[in-house]
């Protein structure tokens, strides 16, 4: 079912016509009552009844609104029509936002792609876009988008790791826009059968379990223990290298090969050290 125009025209200029049988129905009145014509006072009876019957039909429609009209339980058509306007009194008449809303899921807790459990939630930015769809498709379109949007949620979750080892491949944590992006599109596909575009969809939490959190927290640092041993190495054996090139081009000094693993190796120590290290000063020769 798809929306369309229903029959509405401007209020103000009816008002003008109502005001009119009023009077007339008035005049019939008093005449009625002066000639006793008991047939001209009804009709003037009946004109002020059918004039109060029209005037419901008046209706206020305000910006960003829709009034999905039905006529005896079938769609009659929307008005979007701002102001005052006036259709059929026998429409019944249903108010619909066409504003943009947005809620913010619970804390869903859920399993990644690697099996470990992980808190997320999201924030969800949507309009309504047909409202016939909104109204006749599904039952509540309000809890429908919130109910869909969590299992939307949840199943992106599931389609991702935490945390990526491999920098190739996207994680809930490293690769936000992309996540995004198929986390809205998760959504819309759910809920265009409702009438409802989704405008944005972007998450707002996004935690370890508490029964794993420490453990991941250690794992964690520890990686970045490692990458940061890793580049003291690759520095320190670059200084290294680059020291000993020196020496050997400018002719300081000759060092055979035991020497020259012993002096790599203080190097070593003095560079890939947590603590400063204490000198050791040698007053005989190198070899004693």
């Not at 029959?7 to 009552?33: D, K």
């Not at 936000?176 to 939490?205: F, M, P, W, Y």
């Amino acid at each position: 079912m798809n929306e369309r125009t229903g029959f509405s025209i401007a209020g103000i200029p009816f008002i003008l016509v109502c005001l009119l049988l009023t009077l007339l129905g008035l005049v019939g009145e008093l005449m009625g009552a002066a000639t006793g014509t008991f047939f001209v006072a009804a009709g003037g009876v009946l004109i002020h009844v059918f004039t109060a019957w029209l005037a419901k039909g008046f209706f206020q429609v305000a910006p960003n609104e829709g009034l999905v009209l039905q006529l005896f339980g079938k769609y009659a058509g929307t008005i979007r029509h701002e102001g005052l306007r006036w259709t059929n009194p026998f429409y019944s008449r249903r108010r619909v936002s066409l504003r943009v809303r947005n809620f913010e899921s619970g804390k869903l807790k859920v399993n990644d792609s690697d099996g470990n459990p992980i808190e997320i939630a999201a924030v969800i930015v949507w309009q309504v876009m047909d409202t016939a769809e909104a109204v006749f498709c599904v039952d509540d379109y309000e809890n429908f988008v919130h109910i869909q949007s969590e299992s939307a949620l949840r199943q992106m979750a599931q389609s991702y790791p935490y945390d990526a080892h491999d920098d190739a491949k996207p994680s809930l944590r490293s690769h936000g826009e992309e996540i995004n992006d198929h986390l809205r599109n998760e959504i819309q596909a759910r809920l265009g059968k409702a009438g409802v575009q989704v405008t944005e969809a972007r998450i707002s939490h996004l935690a370890y379990a508490q029964e794993i959190a420490q453990a991941m927290l250690q794992r964690q640092q520890a990686s970045a223990i490692v990458a940061a041993r890793e580049r003291i190495v690759e520095g320190a054996v670059g200084m290294v290298g680059m020291a000993l090139d020196k020496l050997r081009t400018q002719g300081v000094i000759e060092l055979d090969e035991e020497r020259k693993a012993a002096m790599v190796s203080n190097l070593l120590v003095v560079l890939c050290g947590e603590r400063g290290t204490q000198p050791v000063l040698n007053t005989g020769t190198l070899y004693s």
